[in-house]
């Protein structure tokens, strides 16, 4: 990876319907102000639904439209991971475990 700087969102407890569209609107507005390289920590997150799968997946379509990068924080064994590999996000998204 380069010498890149990214604007890092950090979601803790549910990543459900709320807060998916809370992060999504924050990185809209971050990428409308220049900053499309994101990095979103998902380490602290709990449970997931198809609402934050939908939002992580339009994030990523903004941020690549924009020519930025978008990565993914999270825990090998956790329900997201779980989720992203039945979905085979994970084959789209850059994705760090920790």
Known sequence: MQNTSYFSIQVIGDFTAKKAIEV?????????????????????????????????????????????NLIIHLTKDSHLSKMLFLTKFEKIFTLIYL
Do not use: Q
């Not at 507005?29 to 997931?48: A, H, P, Q, R, Y």
């Open 24 to 68: 999504k609107n924050t990185s809209t507005d971050l990428v409308e102000k220049g900053n499309t390289n994101l990095l979103i920590d998902l380490t602290k997150t709990s449970d997931v639904d198809v609402v934050s799968m939908n939002a992580l997946a339009m994030i990523y379509k903004h941020v690549r439209s924009e020519n930025g």
